[in-house]
DNA sequence: GTCTATATCAGGATAGAC
DNA sequence: GTCTATCCTGATATAGAC
């Protein structure tokens, strides 16, 4: 069901199907699950755990932090297949229920507060200016990965969403040095626990 | 059909509910239609007609190139309701069948297209750094809106499509300045028609 | 717990009167 | 050209044997 949720979404994936490619009885699957709601809901949650690990422990991780901007956005994903949690928003059946689309939610609020926490770590280390907005370059980012699924899906060649990820990482880069200001001075309300000079 | 595609896409419309909606009997439908798939087609072609404008128009006219693509991000859109056009991607039914993809893939090769033309004038006059790829930064503007709307409907809240929109806007102005050269020199490899010195 | 067989209903399309 | 009535299939779920 996992499987199937990612290739054609929930409202488009049988029981039917979900039983042929499990080689499961149609009775099994409704021994343990009382439908199929319950059955995807189980698989998206299952999915969100298989891709934020990937995408939230890199930038946990130590280094430089524009490093591990354009690492996450230079992940290695598949364009043409679009992502397994993002998907879900365009089903019209998840996206009416909240209960499916808890987990959803909840997979982009801790991507989103992971790289907030990085990019200030950047702007501390005086790699991007100070007056950029963490949560808007965050949702930024987020929305560069799903809107490049969208692109590369429509003209069916990933090549857009190539393009717009490097975009947004050249973007960063070439509004990096904060013109005029001392990297390391100019401290912003937080303790400067992570800060970094650059040399 | 058009509003219906918009709002649940094609696989999830039922020839029922155009019935209902549009109050015409199930065979009149039928008389015009050969079948779902050619309603669809040509709903979503009217879909395309309808967005096109609105994006390409303005970014024609006259005006900063800058302004234009700070115009063109900031265009009111219902992010909870996602894109008419972009949507269509995510609808399994419709990424595998290219006579339905079509009218998808071109209406964002058009605006693509009449992106990429602001970002080079932008370019040309000193507006944003020469070293920047006019197709990636017109990626990314596209990959930004399809995105913003991902994450508003997995909020359920508007909000992370304003952010993204207003964070790459953002991006575009710091990274603005070439930080040495003369603006109005350098010249591309292309006629400068449309060159503009700033002050 | 798993299986096959079956029930129920909606999606998609057709028939044929008007 | 439009309508109502109807058909066929597959999606979702249940029954009940093993």
Redesign the interface.
Known sequence: MSDLMW???Y??TSPREVRDRSGVGQGSMYHHFPSKRELALAALERNCQDLLPGSIDPLSAPGDPLEKLAGHMSTPRDALK?CKV??M?????V?TDPGL?AP??DA??KV?TALVAVIREAIDAGEL?A???P??????L??????????A????DRA??D??V???V???R??APPPAAAPASAPTTSTPTHRKVRP
């Open positions: 290739e054609k979404g409202a488009a679009g993002g998907r928003t365009q089903d019209p059946l996206a689309l959803v939610t982009f609020e989103h200016p007056a950029l907005d949560d808007r370059i965050a949702s930024l987020q929305a560069t990965i799903q809107g490049g699924y969208v692109l899906i429509a003209r069916q857009p969403y393009e717009a490097a975009g947004v050249d973007l960063l070439a509004a």
